[in-house]
């Protein structure tokens, strides 16, 4: 069994990791000043002492997800040094050590935060520690800067629009911890950073993900210009000390894009889709529950046999399919337009990333359940009068379908 | 790496293996069969195909699999290739086999106890006098159809115009009940043309009344499934029985690689679970299925031919609806065929020959990927069809295929599908002839309806190693031993002299039986 020490398991992310490692069958041991919950052991560990040699006694590896939040030039070279002494150390018992960086770390960096951690990885690197630089962390608990604008959002109901509109990386927690647990032991990892973020995005645009997906509420959006955010942020800081001067907002606003495609790749990690990151259990159940429901109501309307669209996820994974498709919500909404969509031409297609392929294996396991057998086999004593409605209920059906079908067929355009 | 040496040794387990098995460890002799099946068909559970869509709530674990692996292959026109718990049955022949196919052909083949007849092999039918080529003449052949047709329990006896056809009924048992839809059918017989178009009861194997462990079809409808009853015979009770003769062993999970002359009889090499397996033999019966047993046995010849022809009945499946029973909702019927026909002079005088069935045990959604509509829209409209409605298949003869088995460098073997010239005419007037058959039985054959498997469907794959009066070198003496290869005997359907439309499992077991006898008469032991 693995045994890691992680410094900052209490944190956002490392109370996420702190799980994750378990659940992979690591024990993990926390070191800070107070003892992580869930953690198999402590040992105490403060940033501003000296670093005992006995504190990575026999562990298999080291995290460090520890920041300092306080101000302060003393605390920042503290930090530095701290680091530095750690990868030291790690390096010369060849214990594999970890650093969680920022996507905001860099020499020339406007926020005081961005400037240590480019400091740590220069320290640290050279030793043989890897480093991490995440993008912007969602995802799981409402903590960090996830947790201010969530909970921001869900408390006033409005929601920021700033002007312009800086781009961001996003990462989900559960994803950000697989890539650390990944790259931990990777010989070929040591002395280099890696860069674990999704594609680059509208930072508006993620906050109204929040809004639609974690909060499901409607908010206002509210325009607000950054050069004016930027004044009063200054103002609230002279007035109530740096912790919320303009300084993030910076960070933010002058971020610069990694390129995350190839290290990912590297480390077999793939970002989950945003819309699923952001539901409560992380997944993409919710999205592919609505997609599984349009499918089977586009068979028969109805809310019976709800066996087949709570299988519906379980059927898509089994064939390596986690990712809903992008189907357009009116589509969604209104089923019967996706059946004018089952074209007989179309139904030679089987892959599952398709809708037709998808639909096709729908179809199939709407079949499988026993609430709708009915809709498959008549049962009863049969009628020449049941027989001849039902007749006519298909011919009034394809005709609605024939009918339906360009107009489908142009919004899924427009979907794409 | 072990070595065993026995006096004969016999590849596959499936309906020719395990016939020949039998009739050796009946006379006494030491039988040693090996099988490459690992696992075998899971079963259905217990119950009416119609009670159980209305009640079975885990009935997606025998419809899909636990995995739902049978949503995976939609391409196959046969929906047995979709049972889950037959999936084993078919999983990785034709890697185990070195075989590949190229040109659409369609390799199907079996790694399991009782070999493909776990999935079909239930249609039987006595070859004539044109059919059994070398073969008509010897009694040995006639003894041996009546021995096995009485192992396998038949039934489907009728005074009707297929009795010669068949030539089975005094070898069975009364037919099955027919559903309404057949029945109606059934009672119209004598408004067709007698010499052109003949409907009669299917003659098949499935039993009618109780015989020791398998009891008599009930009418369940699970034929597709899986039968819980055993009422429709497979070679895998023959195989249970054989494993509990004392004088038999039967080796499963070994997969024959190759056959090495030695200086007194075989050396075959064999492997199992990645372990090489040696067995010494006098005598080497082949029976791995037909296109496994031809790569063994031109892999063995010191110098093969280029290619050699494999013929299989080229198919077609199609729907025929009957008016009259607008109305009527699904009744539990036999899953198998009920009635068959015989299309007579398709080709160059010979007869097509088909099997209509009912649809109530099958699946709705394999009929409604056909449809030409919406399935919303024709959901409501096959369920008042299919209560309407047979389904038929079509066999023509394997004269029509052209299929070339060709032995590459690396010991593997392809097939390349091919058929002959006439064959698209064939299918066009085979499909207006049944049009025109079936609509004097008071029947409509469903536009589009008819369509045409792709080349080796069937799975009938057969006569790679024919049996000739004069046989060149890869071909089979009428006592079944490859001429070029003594010792080695072919007793699967490689060795049939031709494939006629006719159902020919019957054939196989037949012929391997007789051959098996032989091998006793010429060792001077009188067979049981």
């Known amino acids: 069994m693995r045994k890691v020490g992680v410094l900052g398991a209490s944190g956002y992310i490392g109370s996420v990791l702190l799980r994750s490692m378990q659940a992979r069958g690591w024990c993990v041991v926390s070191l800070g000043r107070r003892a992580a919950s869930g953690a198999s052991a402590h040992r105490p560990v403060d940033i501003g002492k000296p670093l005992q040699e006995s504190v990575i006694d026999g562990l298999d590896a080291i995290v460090h997800l520890a920041a300092n939040t306080d101000s302060g030039n003393d605390s920042h070279a503290a930090e530095v040094s701290f680091a530095s002494a750690l990868a030291e150390m790690a390096g010369r018992c060849e214990v594999p050590l970890l650093f969680v960086s920022s996507q905001a770390a860099s020499a020339t960096a406007s926020?005081?935060?961005?400037?240590?951690?480019?400091?740590?990885?220069?320290?640290?690197?050279?030793?043989?520690?890897?480093?991490?630089?995440?993008g912007l962390v969602y995802g799981g608990q409402e903590k960090g800067l996830f947790g201010v604008l969530a909970s921001f959002m869900r408390r006033t109901r409005l929601r920021p629009c700033l002007l312009p509109s800086p781009l961001v990386q996003a990462v989900h927690v559960h994803d950000l911890c697989e890539a650390i647990s990944s790259v931990l032991f990777l010989p070929s990892a040591k002395g280099r950073w890696f860069a674990v973020a999704g594609r680059p995005m509208q930072f508006n645009g993620f906050l109204r993900t929040i809004a639609a997906r974690r909060l499901r509420m409607t908010t206002l959006p509210v325009p607000v210009p950054i050069t004016v955010l930027r004044l009063l942020l200054l103002v609230a800081g002279r007035l109530f000390g740096p912790k919320i001067g303009a300084e993030r907002l910076d960070s933010l606003t002058s971020l610069k894009l990694m390129d995350c495609d190839s290290d990912m790749e590297e480390l077999g990690i793939r970002m989950r889709d945003l819309r699923d990151g952001l539901s409560r259990s992380g997944r993409p159940y919710r999205r592919l529950l609505s997609e599984g429901t349009a499918l089977r109501r586009s068979l028969f309307g109805g809310n019976r046999g709800l066996w087949a669209v709570r299988n519906y996820p379980r059927m898509l994974v089994s064939h390596d399919q986690t990712l809903a498709l992008d189907l357009p919500t009116i589509v969604l909404r209104f089923p019967r337009l996706l059946a004018a969509l089952d074209s007989p031409k179309d139904r030679s297609e089987t892959r599952a990333s398709t809708l037709m392929g998808r639909m096709n294996m729908m179809y199939r396991l709407c079949e499988a359940g026993a609430k709708d057998a009915a809709k498959f086999i008549a049962p009863g004593q049969g009628s020449f009068a049941r027989s001849a409605l039902a007749l006519l209920i298909v011919g009034f059906s394809e005709a609605q379908s024939l009918a339906l079908r360009p107009l489908v067929r142009i919004i899924a355009k427009g979907q794409r | 790496m072990s070595l065993v040496s026995i006096p004969s040794l016999i590849i596959g387990g499936g309906p020719a293996g395990t016939s020949a098995a039998l009739a050796l460890a009946e006379s006494g002799q030491a039988v040693h069969l090996i099988d490459a099946g690992t696992r075998g068909i899971d079963l259905p559970p217990e119950g009416r195909y119609l009670d159980l869509r209305f009640q079975d709530t885990a009935q997606w674990s025998w419809q899909l699999g636990q995995d739902f692996q049978s949503l995976r292959d939609s391409g196959s026109v046969s929906p047995k290739l979709r049972v889950p718990g037959l999936a084993a049955i078919f999983e990785g022949y034709a890697e185990a086999n070195q075989l590949r196919a190229e040109r659409g052909f369609q390799l199907l083949?079996?790694?399991?106890?009782?070999?493909?007849?776990?999935?079909?092999?239930?249609?039987?039918?006595?070859?004539?006098?044109?059919?059994?080529?070398?073969?008509?003449?010897?009694?040995?052949?006639?003894?041996?159809?009546?021995?096995?047709?009485?192992?396998?329990?038949?039934s489907g006896s009728s005074e009707d115009s297929l009795s010669s056809y068949f030539g089975l009924d005094d070898l069975s048992d009364p037919p099955l009940p027919l559903d309404y839809l057949h029945q109606a059918l059934w009672e119209r017989r004598s408004k067709l043309d007698r010499n052109d178009f003949l409907l009669g009861r299917a003659r098949i194997a499935v039993l009618t009344r109780d015989r020791e462990e398998r009891l008599a079809c009930d009418l369940r409808g699970m034929c597709l499934w899986g039968c819980r009853r055993h009422a429709t015979w497979s070679a895998s009770h023959d195989l249970n029985r054989l494993r509990r003769m004392p004088n038999a062993r039967v080796e499963e999970g070994v997969v024959a690689i190759e056959l090495r002359r030695e200086a007194e009889g075989w050396m075959v090499r064999g492997r199992s679970d990645g372990e090489e397996r040696l067995y010494r033999a006098e005598k080497v019966l082949l029976a791995a299925g037909t296109v496994a047993s031809t790569r063994l046995a031109l892999d063995a010849l010191e110098s093969p031919p280029e290619s050699v022809r494999l013929l299989s009945n080229p198919m077609a499946a199609f729907m025929v609806v009957q008016p009259r029973m607008f109305g009527k909702v699904h009744q539990p019927s036999f899953g198998l065929a009920q009635l068959s026909y015989v299309l007579e002079r398709v080709s160059e005088g010979q007869s097509a020959f088909g099997n209509l069935f009912?649809?109530?045990?099958?699946?709705?959604?394999?009929?409604?990927?056909y449809l030409p509509i919406t399935r919303r829209a024709g959901l409501p409209l096959l369920r008042t069809l299919l209560p309407m409605g047979v389904v038929g298949n079509i066999f023509l003869p394997g004269s029509l295929s052209a299929h070339r088995a060709v032995l590459n460098g690396d010991r593997s073997m392809t097939i390349q599908a091919g058929a002959s010239a006439d064959l698209p005419d064939v299918y066009r007037s085979a499909e207006k002839r049944l049009r025109r058959g079936f609509r004097k039985l008071g029947a409509w054959m469903?536009?589009?309806?008819?369509?045409?498997?792709?080349?080796?469907?069937?799975?009938?794959?057969?006569?790679?190693?024919?049996?000739?009066?004069?046989?060149?070198?890869?071909?089979?003496?009428?006592?079944?031993?490859?001429?070029g290869l003594p010792g080695v005997y072919a007793i699967d359907g490689a060795s049939l002299p031709m494939l006629p439309a006719k159902a020919h499992t019957l054939t196989i077991v037949a012929n391997a039986d007789r051959i098996a006898r032989g091998l006793l008469e010429r060792n001077g032991v009188t067979a049981s």
């Not at chain 2, 080349?455 to 006592?479: F, N, Q």
Request: glycine share 14%.
């Open chain 1, 111 to 134: 926020s005081q935060y961005g400037r240590t951690k480019a400091a740590i990885e220069r320290e640290i690197l050279p030793k043989g520690a890897i480093a991490i630089r995440p």
């Open chain 2, 109 to 154: 083949g079996a790694l399991a106890g009782g070999g493909l007849s776990n999935a079909w092999g239930c249609g039987v039918g006595l070859f004539d006098a044109s059919e059994l080529g070398p073969l008509a003449a010897l009694k040995q052949m006639h003894s041996s159809y009546a021995r096995v047709a009485a192992r396998m329990g038949l």
């Open chain 2, 358 to 369: 009912s649809t109530s045990g099958l699946p709705v959604s394999e009929f409604l990927k």
């Open chain 2, 446 to 483: 469903l536009p589009g309806s008819f369509v045409a498997g792709q080349p080796g469907a069937d799975i009938h794959y057969a006569g790679t190693l024919s049996i000739r009066d004069e046989p060149a070198a890869h071909e089979c003496k009428v006592s079944g031993e490859i001429a």
